[in-house]
C-alpha cells in the first residue's frame, strides 16, 4: 500500500516541504501545476525516493476559463492549462491528472465539458498519464455516481473516476457501493475526514469518518484490485498539519492491518 500526501497542506518552499513529507514516512507525493518547475525541486524528489503519483490540473486554472466555457476561446484556455498540466506530468512521471467538474449542470454545459475531456483524456492517453474526474458537492457532478455515470457517458478509455472520502460523506453515499460500483474506472483516491457537511479536510478519524468504516473502505478498494496510491489532502488551516498527517497515516497504517486481520480473506 503506497501513501501519498498533498502537499499543499504543509507550508514552507517546495523543497522544505518535500523534505518534511519524507521524514513523515510518505511514499508518493500529489501536487499542483506550479510544483517541480525547477531542476532543485525535481532532483530533491529523485534523491529522496518521492515520485509524484497525482498532479491537480484544476489548480491555477487561468481567470475566465473553463472547461465547459460558452465562450469558446475561454474554453479552449482552460483544456490548453489542463493539457500543459498533462504534458508536466509526463515530464515528472506522474500516474495521474485530475479535473475538478465545474457548477454548471445544464445539458449544453456538460456536452462541452464532455468534449473538452474526451480530447484531453486522448491527449493523456498519448503520454501514459490517466485523466480523473474527483466527484465534488456543489459542482455539476455532486455525487461519485454521477460522475461515473458521465464517464461512461463519455466513452473514453483514459477517463476515470477519483474517489474522495470526505466528498463521499457529504453526499451520503456508501463508500464500498461506489467503490465497487467504479471498479476498474477508479483512478485515484483522496482520504480526508469532515462532519458529514462541510469539506473540512480533517485528519482522519476526526469528523464521522470510523475505524471500521475505513477498514470496510480498504476492503472495497482491494476487491477490486485498485492499485494506486492512497492520498491524505488534508487542510493547511488544521492547527498542526504536520502533526495532523502523520497521525492520519499511522490511522491509515492501522486500518490497514486490520482489514486483513486472520479470518480476513484477501483477493490476489
Not at 506530468?89 to 474526451?118: C, H, Q
Request: charged content about 25%; overall charge negative.
Amino acid at each position: 500500500m503506497r501513501i501519498a500526501c498533498c502537499i499543499w497542506a504543509l507550508s514552507g518552499s517546495e523543497v522544505e516541504t518535500l523534505r518534511q513529507v519524507r521524514d513523515l514516512g510518505f511514499d508518493c507525493v500529489d501536487i499542483q501545476p506550479a510544483h517541480q518547475r525547477t531542476l532543485e525541486a525535481r532532483l530533491l524528489a529523485q534523491e529522496l525516493a518521492l515520485p509524484v503519483s497525482c498532479l491537480g490540473a484544476s489548480f491555477a486554472l487561468p481567470a475566465g476559463a473553463a472547461l465547459d466555457h460558452a465562450i469558446e476561446s475561454r474554453r479552449e484556455l482552460a483544456i490548453d492549462h489542463v493539457r500543459s498540466t498533462i504534458e508536466h506530468g509526463a515530464d515528472i512521471g506522474a500516474e495521474t491528472v485530475y479535473v475538478i467538474p465545474s457548477m454548471d449542470a445544464g445539458p449544453e454545459a456538460m456536452d462541452r465539458f464532455r468534449d473538452s475531456l474526451a480530447r484531453l483524456a486522448a491527449s493523456a492517453a498519448e503520454r501514459d498519464i490517466k485523466l480523473a474526474i474527483e466527484h465534488f458537492p456543489g459542482t455539476a457532478l455532486p455525487t461519485a455516481s454521477e460522475t461515473l455515470e458521465f464517464i461512461h457517458s463519455a466513452g473514453q478509455d483514459n477517463l476515470y473516476l477519483l474517489y474522495d472520502s470526505g466528498h463521499i460523506q457529504i453526499s451520503g453515499e456508501d463508500p464500498a457501493t461506489a467503490i465497487a460500483n467504479a471498479g476498474d474506472r477508479l483512478g485515484y483516491v483522496h482520504l480526508d475526514d469532515n462532519d458529514g457537511v462541510n469539506d473540512l479536510h480533517w485528519s482522519l478519524l476526526e469528523g464521522v469518518m470510523t475505524l471500521e468504516s475505513l477498514v470496510e473502505t480498504l476492503r472495497a478498494l482491494d476487491a477490486i484490485g485498485y492499485q494506486g496510491a492512497l492520498s491524505l489532502e488534508l487542510s493547511p488551516a488544521l492547527a498542526k498539519p504536520a502533526k495532523a498527517l502523520s497521525e492520519s497515516r499511522d490511522v491509515l497504517l492501522r486500518a490497514r492491518h486490520r482489514a486483513w486481520l486472520p479470518g480476513q480473506t484477501r483477493s490476489p
